[in-house]
């Protein structure tokens, strides 16, 4: 008979048979892994202090997936342990960031004089890495890579990069890359000396970037796996700084993470891991499930049961791999479903139905989520537009969408290239127009008022666009309002908050001296621009999100510009509005905001950020069913990753492929049953938004559900 929960985490002190053998912790999602964790962590922790050889302060190592987990995990573990123990919580990433940097010098010996810049190391982040390598590389080169699969530049470029931060998760060196493409593409595509072109590629990228002291995730982890990792003294060092290792669903972490821990508990370490069999939510973006499971055998299995709370998993046993014949329905109220001939019927649908439900008391907004494999932007606007405007709040988790679909920002980047010179291209009458309105916004009233009107409407801003902005490619200017002959006819508001900003543009192109034209940074002129037009608005938490983000990433491509020595101010400011404008996608702002705070709103998400943040609600609305983006478990695969695993070396061929992609699948549809209480409905629309007709892998799953009954609801919405 198996032990429940609570026993396990009793025996915790009596399990160990041998002294400081690690734990294996497995068990399904919501089955209480990180809880056994928490507490592994707090019992090695007691022992620790009572024990007479430790040192004054153990110090113990806990990683988790991402930065949220992390702030998760550490919330639950500071206020239980004892003062006489500290732990440090990161992500295998940001362990092997400052490693590196703490290790640098020692670095430096490991190469040939000059080989690394000898100044701290500065990482790129991911929305400036292709910009940068799209500089570097020869296009000419690129277009060879087309003998393989025609597409972009940008495509390949991108292609490149995640083979190479692939490799070095995998801890794979780039002279073992054109062999492992050889096998795995024979016998379709046979290109040997493309392979070695890709490798080239990547060779010329890692020795720009370690010569002007720039990093990538991708090289940070190679400098560390293949370099510092192996070396004896930081082994040493590295024992002596921690005395226990604890991780957190290791089904997500890259293989490289498995030599780091193996050789801490080859040390000696005590130490506790949890896996998901299931789980592997990261397989193809550079986790290696397989590669980690090794750590069980130096560890003691901890199996938990079956989770108490109430989920559908253990009621609808759904075999997405038997999908040939249909499924019988299932009985009750548990599996519904909606289905719509076009999808934008099906977004209304969906949103009258959580309104209908919120009101009359069947479910609380908390309480529900909608999730699909990819969420366009039409759908989100339309159902968050639809549930506001019933007084339903709607949260998006993590809504990476680029900077630049933000109205505020296209403002601010249009003001750069009105203030810096040499940028009249980058500015045209539509972009001063918008500029006009969104940047003239006036205080409000009082704190009840926020909703207000511009003094600028679009049609009088797009009037002074056209008579008072004067193009120039390199000086760009706005002229005085009464170069609009019927200037009298805009009113003393438009006058006004025209001739406010004209000021504000004209004071500081005057700062720009030729004293300091090096040191005026567009993040100067940014962070004054937002506190003298948006300081005094009232902001939503997207806009203020924006602002942050805007901010952080100028900040960073102006750091990076300084490094490489960048002396031309107005072209190193264009290259960063040619960046913004490009739609690059930015990482979240910090601080980071733990998502396991509930809130009073509808959450969307996408299907790969909704079990990354470990999330649960009683309904789900899974959005567009029978698309074809659910293939594969709704997460897109990097190119070449399947050969890029340790135990990789099989042709990918297409029943292989296949196969995969079922078994990603079959996890992910149980992973969500999982994460459901009560309901969970299958949306569905006949077409998709594109108009083609959608025939994805879960559409025979329909056939289990049952009709929802709407017809309350509709009759509800009339009585309205």
Known sequence: ????????LQRYGSINPVPNQPLWITGPVRSGKTQALVEAIV??????????????????????????????????????????????????????????????????????????????????????EQFWATALWDSTMIEELNSVERLPAERWIRRVLDVGQLAAFGGIPLEALPERFAEGFAPVHQHPETWDLLVRLLEQWRQWCWAQGLLTYGLLTELYGQHLLPHPQYQAQLCQRFQGIFADDVDSYPAIARTLFEHLLVAGLTGAFTYNPEGAIRLGLGADPQALTHLSQRCEQVPLPEPRHQHLA???????????????????????????????????????????????????????????????????????????????????????????????VRALLTLLALVYPGLGRWVNVEQIAEMLVVLTLPPPRSETVLIRESPIDP????????????????????????????????????????????????????????????????????????????AP????????????????????????????????????????IQLLRQGTLTANPFPLQSSSTPHPAVMIATTFQ???????????????????????????????????????????????????????????????????????????????????????????????????????????????
């Open 459 to 534: 049609v009088r801003a797009g009037l002074l666009a056209d008579h008072c902005f004067r193009p120039h490619p390199e000086h760009p200017e706005l002229l005085p309002i009464t170069a609009f002959p019927r200037w009298d006819r805009l009113g003393y508001g438009v006058a006004t908050a025209y001739d406010k900003l004209r000021d504000w543009v004209t004071q500081q192109r005057s700062a720009l001296t030729p004293a300091s034209y090096l040191t005026l940074s567009p993040v100067f002129v940014l962070d004054r621009a937002i506190q003298h037009f948006c």
């Open 314 to 408: 253990p009621q609808i046993l759904i075999d997405v791999a038997a999908q040939v014949t249909p499924l019988e329905p299932f009985p009750g109220s548990a599996l519904q479903r909606i289905t719509t001939y076009s999808r934008a019927q099906l977004l209304r649908q969906v949103a009258e139905t959580i309104v209908q439900a919120v009101r009359v008391g069947q479910v609380q907004p908390q309480d529900i989520a909608i999730i699909g494999p990819g969420l366009d932007t039409l759908a989100r606007y339309t159902l968050i537009d639809i549930l506001t405007q019933r007084g339903i709040a709607v949260s998006s988790l993590k809504d990476q969408r680029p900077l630049v679909s933000t109205a505020l």
């Open 43 to 128: 019992q090695n922790a007691k022992q620790q202090v009572s024990h007479a050889r430790i040192p004054p302060t153990p110090i113990f190592l806990g990683f988790a997936v991402n930065g949220d987990n992390r702030v998760q995990l550490l919330d639950r573990i500071v206020t239980r342990l004892p003062r006489a123990v500290s732990v440090q919580t990161t992500t295998p990433l940001a362990f092997f960031e400052s490693e590196v940097i703490l290790y640098w010098p020692l670095l430096l010996k490991l190469f040939p004089e000059g080989q690394l810049l000898a100044q701290f190391p500065l990482r790129l982040r991911p929305e400036t």
């Open 1 to 8: 008979m198996k032990a429940t929960h609570a026993s396990l």
């Open 610 to 720: 909704y079990r990354t943040a470990r999330l649960n609600h009683r309904w789900h609305f899974w959005l567009d069913v029978g698309s074809p983006l659910w293939q594969g478990g709704g997460a897109v695969e990097l190119w070449g990753a399947p050969l890029l695993m340790q135990q990789a070396g099989q042709p990918q061929t297409a029943s292989l492929i296949l196969e995969r992609d079922q078994a990603q699948l079959q996890r992910l549809i149980h992973d969500l049953l999982r994460r459901v209480q009560e309901r969970a409905y299958l949306c569905h629309s006949t077409l998709s938004v594109g108009g083609q007709e959608q025939v994805g892998p879960l559409l025979p799953l329909l056939d289990a559900a049952v009709d929802a009954d709407l017809a309350v609801g509709l009759h509800w919405e009339k009585k309205l």
């Open 537 to 576: 608005v009232w902001l939503s938490d997207d806009q203020l999100a924006a602002l942050r983000e805007l901010i952080e990433t100028a900040q960073h491509f102006w750091v990076v510009q300084d490094r490489l020595g960048s002396t031309n101010l107005g072209e190193s400011v264009g290259q960063l």
